[in-house]
């Protein structure tokens, strides 16, 4: 992904027209990053939709979580969406083969979606939380 901000506003400008004419989600990643861009219920037409600056404010940048191993998810405690978090809250751990690997948040911000139950069995690199970046 480029890090060019000229390029990276004109990629979100695109994905929000994108969202906003066929009222769908859209939800990008890269690496331990990820958008996810929504349409408001009073989605406007391209033509007459705010300025770059004013569209990508309102926009949630969204980071998930992965599976660091194959095994088994264990959650530090019953998580829930709108739960506040800071980097390096320990949110669970996978258990393998009697190896277990922490897993921590890697930034500030609030749990969105808790995709991963306790007790299942999870893939590497498989999305265990979404979260929003604040």
């Known amino acids: 992904m480029s ?3 000229e390029e990276l506003l004109a990629l979100l400008d695109d994905l929000a027209r994108l969202a906003s004419e066929h009222g769908a989600r859209i939800e990008v990643e ?3 990053v990820s958008l996810a861009v929504t349409p ?5 037409p391209a033509a ?7 569209r990508t404010a309102r926009e949630d940048a969204t980071q998930r979580v992965h599976a660091s191993a ?3 998810w264990g959650a530090a405690k019953d998580w829930s969406a ?3 978090i800071t980097r390096g809250t320990v949110l669970g751990a996978i258990q393998s083969l009697g190896h277990i690997a922490e897993v921590t948040a890697p930034a500030d911000g609030e749990i969105t979606e808790v995709l991963v139950a306790g007790g299942a069995p999870v893939e590497y690199g498989q999305p265990l939380f979404a979260i929003a970046l604040r």
Do not use: F, M
């Open 40 to 44: 408001s219920a009073s989605a406007t």
């Open 70 to 72: 194959v095994g088994i």
């Open 82 to 84: 709108g739960e506040r």
């Open 48 to 54: 007459a939709s705010p300025p770059r600056a004013e």
């Open 3 to 5: 890090e060019d901000p």
């Open 30 to 32: 890269s690496g331990d």
